[in-house]
């Protein structure tokens, strides 16, 4: 009598293993049937089997079951399988969405900055890019207004050691802001700016909950307009605390204003 293998597939014809990756918090992979790629959120039970929620670099969910060789990890296929502690992810990541450093002391201030035209500015990026700039080293400062800019460029002096980054409000062609911005040039300078007239409009309305932000007649003070039209006491400050309170992450903010804070962080940040 003859013993065979329980398996009679041909050696060429089967697969040969692949490892197992436990789906730790922000785990980068793709999925192999569509290629969709992103880092993991959470795992957890279903009826059919564990799945695995993965988010893209545009923020956009999708949930994956975890079958055997069903993504690929920095370009290999693997088999994802739920972390030893058996709880679900948590994610780490800090409200701009990158991933965080737990413990991470803040780094020594570099020479460089960025300028934003405005302390409701300030706020903002300190509450949505804070724990970002911390490690990196980077200080905010905000402008009163952006009409003593040239003068605040030249006092600054940036150079190849201390580069200077400027976020302005309303840039756009043909106003008062973009003729004062093209008066300053330096290549160790980078001027840039979202379309909206105050930052308060670069939170998303639902984020504040409303429908949208009103539009206020030319002449009126602006900030003051919009609390007349929501119908909110005449109180700028109170009313930046309130829509402040409504952003908790990028996700909050408009992409106008997102990628132009993200522009100048990298500038300034720039070896050299």
Same mark, same amino acid.
């Given at each position: 009598?003859?013993?065979?293998?329980?398996? *009679?597939?041909? =050696?060429?014809?089967?697969?040969?293993? @692949? $490892?197992?990756?436990? #789906?730790?918090?922000?785990?980068? &992979?793709?999925?192999?049937?569509?290629?969709?790629?992103?880092?993991?959120?959470?795992?957890e039970k279903s009826a059919q089997g564990p799945v695995v929620t993965l988010e893209d670099r545009f923020g956009k969910h999708r949930v994956f079951p975890m079958e055997p060789r069903g993504f690929l990890l920095e370009g290999r296929v693997v088999t *994802?399988?739920? =972390?030893?502690?058996?709880?679900?992810? @948590? $994610?780490?990541?800090? #409200?701009?969405?990158?991933?965080? &450093?737990?413990?991470?002391?803040?780094?020594?201030?570099?020479?460089?900055?960025?300028?934003?035209?405005?302390r409701h500015d300030a706020e903002l990026v300190e509450r949505v890019w804070g724990d970002d700039l911390r490690i990196e080293g980077v200080v905010v400062e905000y402008l009163e207004g952006i009409d003593d800019l040239p003068a605040i460029v030249r006092e600054f002096g940036p150079g190849p050691g201390a580069r200077l980054g400027v976020l302005v409000d309303h840039l756009v062609p043909g106003s008062k802001e973009s003729r004062i911005a093209a008066e300053v040039s330096d290549p160790h300078l980078l001027v840039v700016g979202h379309p909206f007239i105050d930052v308060w409009e670069a939170v998303k309305p639902a984020s504040v909950g409303i429908a949208s932000w009103p539009s206020v007649p030319r002449g009126q003070d602006w900030?003051?307009?919009?609390?007349?039209?929501?119908?909110?006491?005449?109180?700028?400050?109170?009313?930046?605390?309130?829509?402040?309170?409504?952003?908790?992450s990028y996700k909050d903010i408009e992409p106008q204003l997102l990628g132009r804070v993200e522009e100048l962080i990298d500038f300034v940040t720039l070896p050299g």
């Amino acid at each position: 009598m003859r013993s065979y293998q329980p398996d *009679l597939t041909p =050696p060429w014809k089967r697969s040969a293993p @692949v $490892p197992e990756v436990p #789906a730790d918090p922000d785990l980068v &992979v793709e999925e192999v049937s569509t290629g969709f790629c992103g880092a993991v959120i959470r795992c957890e039970k279903s009826a059919q089997g564990p799945v695995v929620t993965l988010e893209d670099r545009f923020g956009k969910h999708r949930v994956f079951p975890m079958e055997p060789r069903g993504f690929l990890l920095e370009g290999r296929v693997v088999t *994802l399988v739920r =972390p030893s502690s058996g709880g679900p992810v @948590v $994610p780490s990541r800090t #409200a701009s969405g990158s991933v965080a &450093v737990p413990g991470a002391r803040a780094r020594v201030a570099r020479a460089g900055r960025i300028y934003v035209e405005g302390r409701h500015d300030a706020e903002l990026v300190e509450r949505v890019w804070g724990d970002d700039l911390r490690i990196e080293g980077v200080v905010v400062e905000y402008l009163e207004g952006i009409d003593d800019l040239p003068a605040i460029v030249r006092e600054f002096g940036p150079g190849p050691g201390a580069r200077l980054g400027v976020l302005v409000d309303h840039l756009v062609p043909g106003s008062k802001e973009s003729r004062i911005a093209a008066e300053v040039s330096d290549p160790h300078l980078l001027v840039v700016g979202h379309p909206f007239i105050d930052v308060w409009e670069a939170v998303k309305p639902a984020s504040v909950g409303i429908a949208s932000w009103p539009s206020v007649p030319r002449g009126q003070d602006w900030k003051t307009g919009v609390c007349r039209a929501l119908g909110w006491p005449e109180n700028t400050g109170a009313a930046w605390q309130h829509i402040l309170s409504g952003v908790r992450s990028y996700k909050d903010i408009e992409p106008q204003l997102l990628g132009r804070v993200e522009e100048l962080i990298d500038f300034v940040t720039l070896p050299g």
